[in-house]
């Protein structure tokens, strides 16, 4: 499968706790996107890289959160101290440039 | 920023007849607008897009159509069939190649769609 991936699908965790999710983006592909879809409800935007630089945040991205993509290539969204809140799927996508976004299957995460 | 509004939020249709879906956005800077399809604990697959510098765009049984001056855009399907059962959401954006914008998409809420055979 050469489409986007993430890892794991399916994450339960304690109040509290961190996470740490991984997007393995199409290769070659400069522009990766993070979205967080609550049941019910379209994607909203978290953040993008474009290589391994962060450009943009968008406000739902507290301080808790932290997201990485250290050789332009894979890329990570850390929680830290979990919030029952949180619980959702996360989403990435990635696009070469001036292209369509193409998701991954997500992450779960369900918050206790 | 950019709001975008879906409707119907449900729209259930008999094998056969056609679907629309329709979604207003607020940016006028807006200039991409993509349609996914997501059934049920499967990731988003886009099915059709269209520029601002298009009017209309077809793909088999599905179409987009867009009106820029009332910022607003609709997906029909004709002659659907039980696997177009899914959530259908609109989105749109601000995507040029150009670097200076970063394309994060805008979705809609929405639309549960149920096709009965």
């Known amino acids: 499968d050469t489409g986007v991936s993430q890892d794991p699908r399916h994450k339960i965790t304690k109040r509290g706790q961190n996470v740490t999710f991984r997007c393995d983006p199409i290769?070659?592909?400069?522009?990766l996107y993070w979205y967080r879809q609550t049941l019910g409800q379209g994607p909203e935007f978290l953040t993008y890289?474009?290589?391994?630089?962060?450009?943009?945040k968008s406000r739902l991205l507290s301080d808790r959160f932290s997201a990485e993509r250290p050789k332009g290539s894979f890329s990570t969204l850390e929680i830290q101290r979990t919030e029952q809140g949180d619980s959702a799927m996360y989403l990435c996508?990635?696009?070469?440039?001036?292209?369509?976004?193409?998701f991954g299957p997500g992450t779960r995460l369900l918050v206790l | 920023g950019e709001n975008v509004e879906q409707h119907p939020s449900t729209l259930s249709v008999q094998e056969g007849d056609s679907a629309v879906i329709k979604c207003t956005y607020s940016?006028?800077?807006?200039?991409?607008f993509p349609w996914y399809k997501q059934e049920l604990g499967k990731r988003p697959q886009l099915i059709i897009d269209?520029?601002?510098?298009?009017g209309e765009k077809k793909d088999q049984r599905i179409a987009v159509t867009l009106n820029k001056t009332a910022k607003h855009f609709s997906l029909h399907i004709t002659e659907t069939q039980p696997e177009d059962s899914a959530v259908y959401f609109c989105?749109?954006?601000?995507?040029?190649?150009?670097?200076?914008?970063?394309?994060?998409?805008?979705f809609g809420q929405g639309t549960i769609l149920t096709v009965h055979p």
């Open positions: 989105a749109a954006t601000d995507y040029n190649a150009g670097g200076t914008s970063y394309g994060k998409l805008t």
């Open positions: 996508a990635s696009s070469p440039s001036a292209k369509t976004q193409y």
């Open positions: 940016d006028s800077a807006s200039n991409y």
């Open positions: 269209i520029r601002s510098n298009v």
């Open positions: 290769s070659e592909h400069n522009r």
């Open positions: 890289f474009q290589n391994e630089a962060q450009l943009e």
